[in-house]
């Protein structure tokens, strides 16, 4: 697509189910990012995939956080047991650099509600 | 990491007048810097960038500083439209950085009135 794709937009769920978030990220873009963005806040950066790399996982708040990627393609997040704190926007970005600064394009987000 | 900031968590101003946001950063390293704009309820989007062998960059009715000696970063908006209404980021990066992934601040949220 034009641009980067996230699904669901919205997901509601009961503390301790587990959650799969979906990123597309721009075709040909070789980088992927994870963020999460509380309320009122700034965006936390979570994880990097690059490539066919392992990814940096630098990021991630608890071993309840993880994400894998398919390739250079898809990437999904999972929060298992989820907590009310987990509850805010978490958002998926792709870039064309490589080992460079610059540009990270960035989807809509999935708003995540933790009841 | 990084630890970067707005001054200001609100600006309000009149449209057709100039807008100034600033932010500052901490990390020495830093060497790429980006403002992005969020809309309510979107991701956010791209207004300009700048590298560290610079010192000014002009868009289209943007103008971005950087003062690398006080560590501090602002984006110029001229003639302010009730549209530049959003919440603004400051972004910074390094070769540190996991894949040069960005540090945000919180951002600074723009009210144009008419």
């Known amino acids: 697509g034009a641009g980067v794709s996230q699904s669901p937009s919205n997901k509601v769920t009961e503390k301790g189910k587990d959650v799969e978030l979906r990123c597309d990220p721009i075709?040909?873009?070789?980088?992927l990012y994870w963020y999460r963005q509380r309320l009122g806040q700034g965006l936390e950066f979570l994880i990097y995939f690059q490539g066919n790399s392992a990814p940096d996982k630098s990021g991630l708040p608890s071993d309840r956080f993880s994400a894998e990627r398919t390739g250079e393609s898809v990437s999904t997040l999972t929060i298992q047991r989820t907590q009310q704190e987990d509850s805010a926007v978490y958002l998926c970005a792709s870039s064309s650099r490589q080992g460079d600064t610059g540009e990270l394009f960035f989807g809509e987000g999935s708003r995540l509600t933790v009841l | 990491g990084e630890s970067v900031g707005l001054h200001l968590p609100t600006l309000s101003v009149q449209e057709g007048d100039n807008s100034i946001i600033n932010c500052a950063y901490s990390n020495s390293a830093s060497d790429y810097f980006i403002w992005y704009k969020q809309e309510s309820g979107k991701g956010p989007q791209f207004i300009i960038d700048?590298?560290?062998?610079?010192d000014k960059r002009q868009g289209q009715r943007v103008t971005v500083l950087l003062n690398k000696t006080v560590k501090h970063l602002s984006l110029q908006i001229a003639a302010t439209q009730p549209g530049d209404s959003a919440v603004y980021f400051c972004a910074a990066n390094s070769i540190y950085d996991p894949g040069y992934a960005l540090n945000f601040g919180k951002g600074t949220s723009l009210l144009v009135t008419p």
């Open positions: 075709s040909g873009h070789t980088a």
């Open positions: 700048i590298r560290s062998n610079m």
